[in-house]
């Protein structure tokens, strides 16, 4: 067998048996198996995304019953792939004390990705956040709306094309521009 | 509805008061009187429409919250009630919203501290220390052994200090003030304590990536022992106080029970999930900061009440203690910053008779030894560190359970994008199924036990 010949390290030894049985039970699920720094990144389908959850929370060797975390990534500025938005989730499995991460990519077009509300119930607050900053609707959960921004708010704050806006100072038409056209962004320069 | 004609104003339009027929007469106020202000947020709108669609006269629908002083800061319960008997409850947060997450984006890698250490304000420490093993992480470092071990004495003071406020304010929205009084004390001998090694009682900015910006200042390893000698008694005293309390078991035993598979599904960590019965902590399961070198246990009660709540955090104090002097009894020695020129911070800080600032001698080696040593502090303070390409997740036990950074670098001088994974914010999911059924006085100690920290669920 070869053993994740993705990976350029060696995940732990727990994982082995729950990256075979992915990789057996759901080949055309698996966009790819990535890793960093010894955490191990699976890259999902998003029509696939609710089967392999559940499968991964009951599996024997897997047991992945508890959703630690969903973070919201936007990828615009980070690679070149058209599916910029990202769904991040952190499972760890109390049983065999492992960590995986799951990753679904979707465009800003069709941003739809299926709750996991159903397989963690725990999913409600992070997945309403995800969709609070990022925009990502997540079909299926129940109370899909606004969480830390304002309910009437427009746009998706941390999306990397979210407008920052400026500030106008009271001193002869100065102007304080936003952050991210700052001179020391992307390192100190003399412009 | 009753027969009077009562305006309903939305929200954002109360200003706009409707003419009343006698307006030059009345005040204001009571013109305010007889209208109806209608509330928004959250699910105020869907609650309300359903209640008025099942004709569910007797049920009553309050909001508790934002400002309330037992409800920890900005948190909301929308509750409906029925009688004196919670049906539903949905807590409402975001008033605290600061965008921290967006603005790191635009800062550099070491003043990414300032801001994290803001979000969870009980336990800055925890949040410092998480950031900055994200960051170490993506950079493939570790700390110098001494940094790495006032890490760990500087959290597990903060945690008990954190559990101190918890159980201070527990105490105070049950009605024991003593044990308001006495928690709040002990907390300021802490404070006290991290503002002598920090300089700051709250967002030290202490913890830095590569290390911690000062060493502990002289007599501070006396005062701790001493703090940790006195602590051992007040949590007797504590005990003293509470455990066989009669109003205190009334008003906590049997109080929002979950069971272990109901706090697992809805993510719960920390104190909650250990007073469950499992003894599941990072500090065990997934060590870091050395923490598998120091002897403690890892308290658990089995009733999952709040009682049960109590009992785990009580226990996690004297834990606590426990490391506290064993990290004193092994402290290394050497630097506690990386001395790593492109990474460590350079500037060492010295107290002169003008305040805290560079150390004459560091002044002394930039300005006249090494021009090597000036320009990595120039760089390094103006443009910051690079941090290479990737993506990390570092979950960290803080005093309310799994605090999880994600931190992804551009290979750039700024993050890309920190994501957090506040324990509070997911706890709190577990208001709604532990509320229900509940009177809405146990609502209040049972939102408590979860011990919400709104500066972290809002961020």
């Known amino acids: ?191 | 509805m009753s027969e009077l004609e009562v305006p309903v104003v939305q929200p954002g339009e109360a200003h706009d008061l409707p003419p009343a027929s006698a307006a030059e007469r009345v005040s204001v106020n009571e013109r305010r009187v007889h209208q109806v202000v209608a509330m928004g947020g959250g699910d105020w709108a869907e609650v309300t429409a359903r209640a008025a669609a099942e004709g569910q006269d007797d049920v009553m629908i309050i909001n508790m919250g934002p400002q309330h002083p037992s409800t920890h800061g900005v948190l909301r319960l929308v509750v409906e009630l029925k009688g004196e008997e919670v049906i539903n409850l949905q807590p409402v947060v975001g008033y605290l919203h600061t965008g921290i997450e967006k603005s790191a984006e635009f800062r550099t890698w070491v003043q990414g501290v300032t801001f994290v250490t803001r979000m969870d304000y009980l336990a800055p420490i925890f949040n410092e220390t998480a950031y900055c093993l994200a960051v170490e992480k993506l950079l493939g470092i570790e700390p110098p052994p001494r940094a790495t071990a006032l890490r760990v004495l500087m959290m597990e003071l903060n945690r008990i200090s954190s559990h101190l406020v918890w159980l201070a304010t527990t105490g105070l929205e049950l009605g024991a003030l003593s044990i308001m009084l006495y928690g709040f004390r002990e907390r300021e001998e802490i404070l006290d304590i991290l503002e002598d090694v920090t300089g700051l009682r709250m967002n030290h900015a202490w913890v830095r990536p590569a290390g911690v910006s000062q060493d502990l200042p002289d007599g501070t390893e006396d005062k701790i022992r001493a703090f940790v000698r006195d602590m051992r008694a007040k949590a007797d005293e504590y005990e003293t106080l509470l455990t066989n309390n009669p109003i205190w078991l009334e008003r906590t035993k049997g109080i929002g029970h979950l069971s272990l598979d109901e706090l697992i599904g809805l993510s719960t960590t920390g104190p909650m999930l250990r007073a469950a019965g499992l003894d599941h902590d990072l500090r065990k399961a997934e060590p870091y900061c050395g923490y598998e070198q120091y002897e403690f246990s890892v308290p658990t009660a089995t009733g999952s009440d709040v009682y049960a709540r109590y009992q785990v955090r009580l226990a996690e104090m004297r834990e606590s203690l426990r490391i506290v002097e064993q990290v004193l009894d092994t402290l290394p020695g050497g630097p506690v910053m990386s001395e790593d020129p492109k990474i460590g911070w350079p500037a060492k800080l010295a107290l002169g008779p003008d305040g805290l600032g560079n150390s004459p001698a560091h002044v002394q080696h930039i300005m006249g030894e090494s021009m090597e040593a000036l320009i990595h502090h120039f760089k390094q303070v103006t443009e910051g560190i690079k941090v290479p390409r990737g993506e990390v997740y570092v979950p960290i036990e803080s005093p309310r359970g799994e605090l999880g950074y994600h931190v992804i670098s551009d290979g750039g001088n700024l993050p890309y994008r920190v994501h957090v994974r506040d324990p509070s914010f997911v706890n709190l999911q577990t208001g709604t199924p532990m509320s229900i059924g509940l009177l809405v006085a146990d609502v209040i100690a049972a939102m408590s036990s979860i011990d919400p920290v709104l500066g972290g669920v809002d961020r």
């Open chain 1, 1 to 191: 067998m070869t053993e994740a010949p993705e990976l350029d390290f060696q995940p732990p030894d727990g994982l082995q048996p729950v990256l075979t049985g992915l990789r057996e039970r759901f080949e055309d699920a698996i966009r790819e198996v990535s890793g960093h720094r010894g955490e191990v990144v699976v890259e999902l389908e998003r029509d696939r995304l609710v089967e392999v959850c559940t499968w991964l929370r009951d599996h024997e060797a897997a047991r992945f019953r508890m959703l630690a975390s969903i973070t919201g990534i936007d990828y615009l500025k980070y690679d070149d792939r058209p599916e910029r938005l990202c769904a991040d989730y952190n499972l760890y499995s109390f049983d065999h004390n492992l960590r995986i991460r799951l990753k679904v990519r979707v465009t800003t077009e069709d941003p739809h990705i299926p709750s996991v509300t159903g397989v963690w119930p725990g999913a409600n607050f992070p997945e309403r956040e995800a969709y609070d900053f990022f925009g990502i609707r997540f079909d299926g959960h129940p109370n899909l709306v606004r969480i830390a921004m304002p309910e009437d708010w427009k746009g998706y704050p941390q999306r990397k094309d979210y407008p920052l806006g400026g500030v106008d100072v009271e001193y002869i038409g100065a102007h304080i521009p936003p952050p991210d056209t700052r001179r020391y962004k992307g390192g100190w320069t003399s412009t």
